[in-house]
């Protein structure tokens, strides 16, 4: 596999991380103590620290790259274990 597959799959992968991490340790200003402010929803968190987000969102996009390029290596699961006609 080429590098540049790998970056552009990682990319991806982050991505789709980014999207599962978001809603982790999520809290509302009244969750918080504090008071909503006018013209917020009651459910927006409270403060968001992209650092925090990101940081995990890596962490989870290298774990699920590391296991989708080891069974690219391996071959754990290929096309044949994914035909349901038989």
Not at 24 to 52: L, M
Not at 62 to 79: D, K, Q, R
């Amino acid at each position: 596999m080429r590098w540049t597959s790998i970056l552009a799959i990682y990319v991806l992968f982050w991505t789709l991380s980014l999207f599962l991490v978001l809603p982790w340790r999520v809290r509302t200003s009244e969750e918080e103590g504090a008071e909503v402010q006018v013209g917020h929803a009651e459910s927006a968190p409270h403060a968001f620290d992209f650092g925090r987000v990101a940081m995990w969102t890596t962490i989870v996009a290298t774990i699920l790259f590391g296991l989708f390029y080891a069974n690219y290596v391996y071959g754990w699961i290929g096309i044949d274990a994914l035909d349901w006609s038989r």
